[in-house]
């Protein structure tokens, strides 16, 4: 096992500034994702039962994550051959649910 990449974590830590109710939520994902050992969405979902496969515009598969109670989606990429989890959006339900999002390549 590897210690899996989360690009960018700065990007995440901006969410939480932003979005204070967030915090917790992002924190603890964060340390999660971190120690994480996740081989496909199946592995995710057993630390976040309700995450999602998405297919955006591109073909790719995003994994979507409820979070701060479903107030907001936590959009990233993770490329599980490599251990990378590309963060990609954190949109309030509103944001998300105008499904602009899933244009963006």
């Known amino acids: 096992m590897f210690r899996v ?3 960018k974590k700065s990007t995440v830590r901006a969410f939480w500034l932003s979005h204070p ?12 994702v971190q ?3 996740w081989n496909s969405l199946s592995d995710v979902r057993r630390a976040y039962p309700h995450a999602d496969g998405v297919k955006v515009s591109s073909g790719n598969i995003v994994t ?5 109670g479903n107030k907001y989606r936590l959009i990233v990429s993770i490329k599980y ?9 954190f949109l309030t339900h509103r944001e998300y649910d105008m499904d602009v999002w899933k244009k963006r390549h």
């Open 64 to 68: 979507v994550f409820n979070a701060a």
């Open 21 to 32: 109710d967030a915090e917790k939520f992002l924190k603890a994902w964060l340390v999660t």
């Open 35 to 37: 120690s994480a050992d």
């Open 5 to 7: 990449r989360i690009i």
């Open 81 to 89: 051959k490599y251990g990378i989890v590309y963060i990609r959006d």
